[in-house]
């Protein structure tokens, strides 16, 4: 075996590639890239086409919850207003002496009201003057450190929050087990103050259900997409709930929403995310849209929005295969159609009598001046070699008349050299 030379280049073998793979392949996997990103394309379009429209949707519904909330406290408003143009109501509240019959007037005007407003829970008229309180629900008449409700007697017994109270209904009655408000408090309070620094106070306590009860009822159509509702406050107290049975037994639930909507107020505000309750993952819209700035937010489990997202995936994974084997037969065809020159030209190179030449590639301009350029060059070697066999002959017959006739030796010498050349 010979030795390699020192600082000889070693250049690996090339392999033996015919054109025709190579161009197979190459049509090949630019056809599959093709189809991979335009699937991969459409999927993440549709992906974030599902999502655009589901905010759309939950943004819609919750502010529809928006136009509620002004819609109850407009009504508030004008109940308010209704009673303290009564004059049992102004009897009541200017009352300086314990009176058996103004509260039962009182009570008849509470109780005409409140059969024309269903989302009423109850009246609570507060007498500055006798400390003294009156509830539509019970009848009773009791001081404030007797009455039943504590938070609502807590805060209008103190004469300092009339002056900070900004009209926000106050959540009241929460419950221990679910940790929703039962009732949302209006309070309106007198211009005028008493001489113990109190005011005459109209509380009005709303059904907070009341905003979320369209929500319940398109939870109950099957065919729908179930979707939970929850409206907080700045505080993170939840005034109303539409919850499906496995979000109520969460204890944690709650808590986790407040500190999300937290964290997005504190960077770039509320708008749809991800977030994990449970074993399950939710897909959660927000808002804040309204006059109390309370948040309002619905949860859909993912797997519901991408279920169809799942379904077009595979789809399309089944036209990727499809569009595959169709443009495989393509790029087949196609191949063959391109690689046929080369192995025309490569059978012409070799001597072969070139065969199942298509009829459309003979009466193309570039393949007939190939194949044209490529007679000429024959026609030429030929011409070449017969000249050179035309041409060693006639020194032949020269060297050896020079012979015959004795001719010198130089001449001999020289013929034999242009002989040897041919």
Not at 105 to 120: E, W
Not at 189 to 196: A, M, V
Request: overall charge neutral; charged content about 20%.
């Amino acid at each position: 075996m010979k030795k390699i030379k020192e600082g000889q280049n070693i250049s690996a073998p090339v392999k033996n590639k015919s054109f025709f793979k190579t161009l197979l392949f190459s049509l090949l996997g630019l056809s599959v890239i093709i189809t991979f990103l335009l699937t991969l394309f459409l999927t993440a379009n549709y992906f974030r086409t599902s999502l655009s429209i589901t905010t759309a949707f939950n943004r819609n519904l919750l502010s529809q919850t928006n136009y509620t909330i002004t819609q109850m406290d407009d009504n508030a408003q004008r109940l308010t207003q209704a009673l303290f143009g009564d004059k049992d109501i102004i009897s009541f509240l200017n009352m300086k002496e314990h009176d058996s019959m103004i509260p039962i007037l009182a009570s008849r005007t509470l109780d005409k009201q409140l059969m024309t407003l269903p989302f009423v829970d109850s009246i609570y008229l507060y007498n500055a003057s006798l400390d003294l309180f009156f509830s539509s629900k019970s009848g009773e008449q009791l001081h404030s450190g007797d009455f039943k409700d504590e938070q609502i007697a807590a805060l209008v017994t103190d004469p300092d929050f009339a002056d900070s109270y900004t009209g926000v209904p106050i959540p009241g009655s929460v419950s221990g087990v679910s940790h929703v408000a039962k009732t949302l408090s209006y309070l309106v309070f007198d211009s005028t103050k008493e001489e113990n620094g109190l005011r005459n106070v109209i509380i009005i306590n709303v059904n907070p259900s009341l905003l979320t009860d369209s929500m319940r009822t398109m939870n109950q159509f099957e065919d729908g997409m179930r979707m939970d509702f929850v409206i907080m406050d700045k505080n993170g107290c939840v005034i109303s709930t539409a919850l499906s049975p496995l979000l109520e037994q969460n204890s944690q639930l709650y808590e986790i929403l407040y500190g999300q909507l937290l964290d997005h107020s504190r960077s770039s505000g509320i708008k749809g995310s991800f977030l994990t309750i449970g074993d399950t993952r939710y897909f959660q819209s927000a808002t804040m849209g309204n006059k109390y700035q309370w948040y309002l937010m619905s949860l859909i489990p993912a797997g519901v929005i991408f279920r169809d997202i799942l379904t077009s995936s595979l789809a399309g994974a089944g036209i990727m295969l499809g569009v595959f084997l169709i443009g495989s037969v393509i790029c087949l065809s196609v191949a063959r159609r391109l690689n046929s020159p080369i192995q025309a030209i490569t059978h012409m190179i070799k001597g072969e009598p070139v065969e199942n030449l298509p009829s459309d590639l003979e009466g193309t301009r570039e393949f007939r001046l190939i194949l044209n350029t490529y007679e000429d060059m024959k026609k030429q070697n030929l011409q070449f070699e017969q000249m050179k066999r035309e041409t060693a002959y006639s020194i032949r017959q020269d060297c050896l008349n020079s012979l015959l006739t004795g001719s010198s030796e130089i001449r001999w010498t020289k013929c034999c050299w242009m002989y040897r050349k041919m």
